[in-house]
């Protein structure tokens, strides 16, 4: 049996979401998958050893690479010519997102990995705007024919890695300043008063513990963000303003179990679609062509 192990990190769980997806479908082949979610405050040492392919998640922050999920991967030893692969997703697909593995596929290759395939999924935006779910709900039908192109590439050893664009490599670079970011726009971080109950919630969700009372029971911040969002997306009173990016605030989180189950009466992105969405029109084209290449109609 292939034994293969998907190592992600998930701010909101949209990673979370595609990774249990891809360990069923792996399953359903054949393979005998563990997961194991980063955890950015106890940094533990994996045995890549054991294993016959792994698969590493991550979404995309800054047209980049999430700087923890760097820190975690130079921490660990990856084995001589073992399969690497990688699914990383994003709520757009400009250009500029290609490139955002970049670090990591270099670091791989440093330590003489073999990194097989990518795949880039589309989920929705944590930031800057809430997704309509019908769009959301299209979107993840995109992803599971994405999901079969992943798992009968990786199953036929057929290999998926595409070169990056040198304009999207060099934008990739300064971009990387989200590895600190969260740290310097959490200082601007505060509650508003009248709308927090005081719930704690976004104390529980924060996975660097980095939100607390204080001794009054106020509500407040260290400086150590990751600006994963989950504690503004998950706020009942939508209370928390995120700093600089306040006007980029998302509250209420995805619930995608409800999600699936609407039923779409005509599709919501077509070859008329404008403005920001437009990216996806190439998006799926790309897929569904990849598709019916390997499985026809
Ligand atoms: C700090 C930050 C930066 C982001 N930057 C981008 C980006 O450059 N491009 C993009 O398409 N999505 C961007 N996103 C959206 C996320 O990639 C997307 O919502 C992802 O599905 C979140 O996954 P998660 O829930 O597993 O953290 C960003 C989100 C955050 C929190």
């Known amino acids: 049996m292939n034994k293969c192990l998907l190592v992600f990190y998930s701010g909101t769980n949209n990673t ?11 399953e359903n082949e054949g393979y005998e998958v563990e997961t ?19 698969g590493i998640g991550h979404p995309i922050y ?35 997102n290609d490139a955002s593995s970049l670090a ?32 959301v709900k299209e979107m993840l039908g995109i ?5 079969d192109i992943l798992v009968k590439e990786i199953k036929d050893n057929i290999p998926n890695v595409k070169k990056y ?16 970011g969260g740290n310097i726009n ?4 505060k509650v508003d008063k009248k709308r927090c109950i005081n719930c704690g919630l976004c104390i529980q969700k924060c996975q660097m513990n980095n939100i607390y009372r204080d001794k009054r029971g106020k509500i407040k911040f260290h400086s150590r963000c990751l ?7 998950n706020c009942p009173k939508d209370a928390i303003k995120m700093g600089l990016f306040n006007s980029w605030r998302v509250n209420k989180p995805y619930n995608f179990k409800e999600i699936e189950k609407i039923e779409l009466k005509e599709p919501i992105i077509t070859e008329n679609t404008k403005g920001f969405f437009k990216c996806y029109i190439k998006t799926y084209e790309q897929i569904k062509t990849r598709h019916k290449e390997l499985f026809g109609e």
């Not at 440093?110 to 800057?128: A, C, D, Q, S, V």
């Not at 664009?165 to 600190?180: A, D, E, S």
């Open 62 to 96: 800054g047209f980049n690479l999430p700087g923890i999920v760097h820190k975690f991967f130079k921490k660990q030893t990856f084995i001589k010519d073992q399969r690497y692969f990688i699914y990383k997703n994003s709520g757009e697909t400009y250009g500029a």
């Open 143 to 147: 992803d599971e024919l994405l999901m």
């Open 186 to 189: 959490v200082l601007f971080y």
């Open 16 to 26: 979370t979401y595609i990774t249990n997806k891809l360990k069923t479908r792996l």
């Open 36 to 54: 194991y979610r980063i955890n950015p405050i106890k940094f533990e040492k994996l045995d890549f050893s054991q294993y016959d392919l792994v």
């Open 227 to 233: 600006m994963c969002m989950n504690c503004t997306l």
């Open 165 to 180: 664009k040198f304009v999207n490599r060099l934008i990739n670079h300064p971009m990387r300043l989200t590895y600190i």
């Open 104 to 135: 990591l596929r270099r670091l791989i290759k440093r330590r003489k990995g073999n990194l097989t395939n990518e795949y880039h999924f589309i989920m929705p935006y944590n930031i800057h705007f809430r997704f309509d779910e019908n769009l």
